[in-house]
């Protein structure tokens, strides 16, 4: 019972700032389940099952906050097809193929997308535009089909959405507003995390019950999150995003050298 309420304020946790800083979760969802439970007395999470979990957690918290985002103008449409799809079939491969790649090898991946994604938030940038709508937003299509075909893959095996690294893209490659990044990569991350929670399922690696308590916490906190979140500062917003990418990142990357 204990373990279950764990994973319940976890959800909770994680899914407040998926709905705050537009990510599915998974890069907190990843390293507070395979490294917090044994603090608390609790048995190891495979990391197989760790993924499983993830891409889960963030389909439903990115659905849950993508409705908000939606209902104030936030999600481009158009970006949304471009690079969910693109992402969608590429994810979809990553997941099944990850059924036959060792946990180290999935780690080293995972660590080196938040290294990369670290180092792009802390590029400097102007806020001058961070606050416009939906439509008054353009990008390059070539660009964002060959991102999200690239990047699908690798998120799909190590059981991310994606949105760490797509938000940082979105940022500084397509240069997308935050305000709509935020908005527009919770609908993108439906794509990436649906097609690799399929592939997860099909391979037996989603534990349903501890699935359940994630969402029972996620769900209504990710709302929380996106109200939270139209009332920040965009420049706040992109430090609590970036601090938290990099801590990951460090995080993973010196338990991987252990």
Do not use: C
């Not at 608390?40 to 985002?69: C, D, E, P, R, W």
């Amino acid at each position: 019972m204990a373990f279950y309420l764990f994973l319940l304020l976890a959800g909770a946790i994680v899914g407040f700032f998926s709905g705050l800083l537009g990510i599915g979760g998974g890069i907190l969802m990843f390293p507070l389940l395979l490294y917090l439970p044994p603090l608390f007395g609790f048995h190891l999470i495979g990391v197989k099952n760790i993924t499983g979990l993830t891409m889960i957690q963030g389909f439903f918290a990115s659905l849950s906050a993508m409705l908000f985002y939606h209902r104030h103008s936030l999600v481009n449409k158009p970006l949304v097809l471009t690079l969910g799809l693109s992402l969608f079939l590429s994810s979809l491969t990553g997941s099944f193929v990850s059924k036959v790649v060792p946990d180290k090898p999935l780690l080293f991946i995972f660590a080196g997308l938040a290294l990369t994604a670290s180092v792009m938030m802390l590029i400097p940038r102007s806020y001058a535009k961070d606050e416009l709508t939906e439509d008054k937003v353009t990008f390059h299509k070539p660009a964002a089909v060959v991102l999200g075909v690239t990047l699908g893959f690798l998120i799909g095996m190590v059981g991310q959405g994606g949105a760490f690294i797509i938000i940082p893209l979105l940022l500084y490659v397509l240069k997308i507003p935050l305000r709509v990044a935020l908005g527009s990569t919770l609908a993108i991350g439906l794509f990436s995390s649906s097609a690799g929670l399929v592939g997860k399922i099909a391979t037996g690696q989603v534990p349903f019950q501890m699935a359940a308590a994630l969402l029972i916490g996620a769900i209504p906190s990710a709302r929380l999150g996106g109200v939270v979140g139209k009332k920040t500062k965009t420049q706040y917003l992109r430090w609590i995003l970036a601090l938290i990418i990099i801590g990951t990142a460090v995080k993973i990357w010196m338990d991987i050298f252990k």
